[in-house]
């Protein structure tokens, strides 16, 4: 079963997802039963080409006839319903040990589209997180965004790209790039502003460093190695340092008013999807 299908399954083993409980406030407040869908907002937020899957009716003709397509006008509102997703695509992220049943790549693919598949049968629009991305809608945005995903391989965190203001974004790696690294990227979304969570995704060996004895630890995507005489002698300082980072993950999110949790590739692939689920939705629709 492929990815896309996995995700699929998962995702439709929970109800369909309202993205954030002022969004529904913001619906109300506008004298509107239920959702606002795409096209209705008032503040104009960018333009973008036409493509397959768009209506002739959302054409701004004006804007059109300047250039040699056609162009949709995209609003502020719609704008705001987007969810933007982000899987860390480094080669570090491609190792497994013989604890784990998948790599971590594998498993951040399977949260990421299978949270897509939640959200787009809600009526929300995602995207990725990547150069030229567009939101997504409908049920064949998941089949869309596994093939945009396929050719995203940032390493270590998100890439610098424009994201529309008060979007949500959700950021899925094993977040053990320098916290500087990751304070730069999530301040920059958290100043557009975007609302977001991370998902720390790691190995059960790298949570716990179970080895022992003599063992070479190689590098991934380099040549870098090193050689521990015996490891039982730096599993103490190994776990003060994986907490060190956590804990700065954590006050790094807290401070750009993020989510933070941590997710084991040997644990259910349900459980990381529940926690999104009630992390980006406070109010769910029964």
């Not at 809600?122 to 050719?151: H, K, N, T, Y």
């Not at 424009?162 to 990227?185: E, N, Y």
Request: include cysteine; hydrophobic fraction near 45%; aromatic fraction near 6%.
């Amino acid at each position: 079963m492929t990815t896309a299908l996995q995700a699929e399954a998962l995702g439709s083993r929970l109800p369909p997802l309202l993205v954030a409980a002022e969004r529904v406030a913001a619906t109300v407040a506008q004298g509107v039963h239920g959702r606002r869908r795409v096209g209705q907002g008032d503040s104009f937020w960018q333009y973008r080409p036409f493509v397959a899957g768009d209506t002739a009716s959302r054409i701004d003709w004006r804007q059109s006839a300047r250039a040699d397509r056609a162009f949709i006008r995209e609003t502020e509102w719609e704008a705001a319903q987007t969810v933007a997703l982000w899987r860390d695509g480094g080669p570090a992220m491609r190792w497994r040990s013989k604890a784990a049943p998948v790599e971590k790549m594998e498993r951040a693919e399977l949260l990421l589209l299978a949270l897509a598949s939640l959200l787009l049968r809600a009526g929300e629009q995602v995207r990725l997180i990547a150069p030229g991305a567009r939101a997504l809608s409908g049920r064949v945005g998941v089949e869309r965004l596994a093939l945009q995903l396929a050719g995203s391989n940032d390493d270590g965190v998100p890439p610098d790209v424009v994201l529309p203001r008060h979007a949500r974004v959700v950021l899925i790696g094993d977040m053990l790039s320098p916290l500087d690294q990751i304070q730069t990227a999530i301040g920059r979304m958290a100043s557009i502003p975007v609302i977001g969570h991370v998902l720390q995704v790691l190995d059960p060996a790298e949570a716990s460093l179970p080895y022992a004895g003599r063992i070479r630890f190689e590098g991934l995507g380099d040549a870098t190695h090193a050689l521990v005489p015996r490891v039982e002698g730096v599993r103490a300082e190994y776990t003060e340092r994986l907490a060190a980072q956590q804990q700065g993950l954590a006050a790094i999110c807290g401070a750009a008013g993020w989510g933070f949790a941590t997710h084991r590739t040997d644990h259910p692939p349900e459980s990381a999807l529940l926690a999104l689920y009630m992390a980006l939705a406070p109010d769910v629709r029964r």
